[in-house]
């Protein structure tokens, strides 16, 4: 199913070689929770402990969803292995929205 407008240039999962790369993307994400576009559910840190001189654990997660369709992702890093990625957990639960989507 595809994402709504709000959420869809967030659909893409991705993986992150660079820590510059995955902090450039937590930021993106920290905008868009600021602008209620996303709001953050879960975390272990709140997104803006990442940019602070320490890190804050060996693993952080941030677990989103889309303010329009209630669609989940995640976004996390475990330093310890070395490995950080984005990815969609959880389909469109907000019925307003999947009709919409469906009419258009």
């Given at each position: 199913?595809?994402?709504?407008?709000?959420?869809?240039?967030?659909?893409?999962?991705?993986?992150?070689?660079?820590?510059?790369?995955?902090?450039?993307?937590?930021?993106?994400?920290?905008?868009?929770?600021?602008?209620?576009?996303?709001?953050?559910?879960?975390?272990?840190?709140?997104?803006?402990?990442?940019?602070?001189?320490?890190?804050?654990?060996?693993?952080?997660e941030?677990?989103?969803?889309?303010?329009?369709?209630?669609?989940?992702?995640?976004?996390?890093?475990?330093?310890?292995?070395?490995?950080?990625?984005?990815?969609?957990?959880?389909?469109?639960?907000?019925?307003?929205?999947?009709e919409?989507?469906?009419?258009?």
């Amino acid at each position: 199913m595809l994402p709504c407008g709000q959420c869809e240039e967030f659909a893409d999962g991705q993986s992150f070689e660079k820590p510059r790369e995955y902090l450039e993307f937590a930021l993106r994400v920290l905008k868009v929770v600021e602008t209620g576009t996303l709001v953050l559910l879960e975390s272990t840190c709140s997104l803006q402990d990442l940019f602070k001189e320490e890190w804050p654990a060996n693993v952080v997660e941030h677990n989103v969803e889309c303010s329009t369709c209630g669609r989940k992702f995640q976004l996390f890093a475990d330093t310890y292995r070395g490995h950080a990625g984005w990815g969609l957990t959880g389909p469109p639960v907000k019925l307003a929205a999947l009709e919409e989507a469906a009419s258009s």
